[in-house]
């Protein structure tokens, strides 16, 4: 093994770690609640920004996702920080965030069952065995 690939491996099993203990804190249906929480332009759009914090991203992209911008972003980014639902892996001069787990988007939930929903029925036709039909004079 390399040491890049070591790398790989101990910065993977400290992601599952994080996730982990966030989840003994924060169920993921609070998580969301607290993402989505007093945002009211598409407040599923944050839980997609916050799904997306991989410590890449740069603020421009993160608000491209929640159709705001940079500075709301930010803003809404900081109030993470604080509540504790979001690590800085950047330094202070020059932020960078990554989530604590993987939280559900009801988008794409609906965007499944929709399909599913969608398909019509089919008639089920009862038949009965033995049966025969008589025109009432018992013919």
């Known amino acids: 093994m390399t040491t890049d690939e070591v790398f790989a491996v101990i910065r993977q099993q ?10 003994l804190v924060w169920t993921p249906e609070k998580l969301v609640e607290m993402v989505m929480a007093n945002r009211k332009k598409d ?20 608000g491209e996702i929640a159709g705001v911008s940079q500075q709301a972003i930010a803003y809404v980014l900081a109030g993470w920080l604080e509540d504790g639902i979001v690590l800085n892996v950047g330094t202070d001069s020059l ?45």
């Open 14 to 23: 400290n992601e599952t770690i994080i996730a982990l203990l966030a989840r």
């Open 43 to 62: 407040p599923e759009g944050y839980v997609s920004v916050y799904n997306a914090l991989d410590g890449e991203k740069t603020g421009k992209q993160l």
């Open 95 to 139: 932020p960078k965030y990554r989530r604590l787990m993987k939280l559900p988007e009801k988008r794409k939930a609906k965007a499944k069952q929709e399909p599913q929903q969608a398909v019509p029925a089919e008639p089920q036709v009862m038949a009965t065995q033995g049966t025969e039909i008589t025109n009432g004079n018992g013919e």
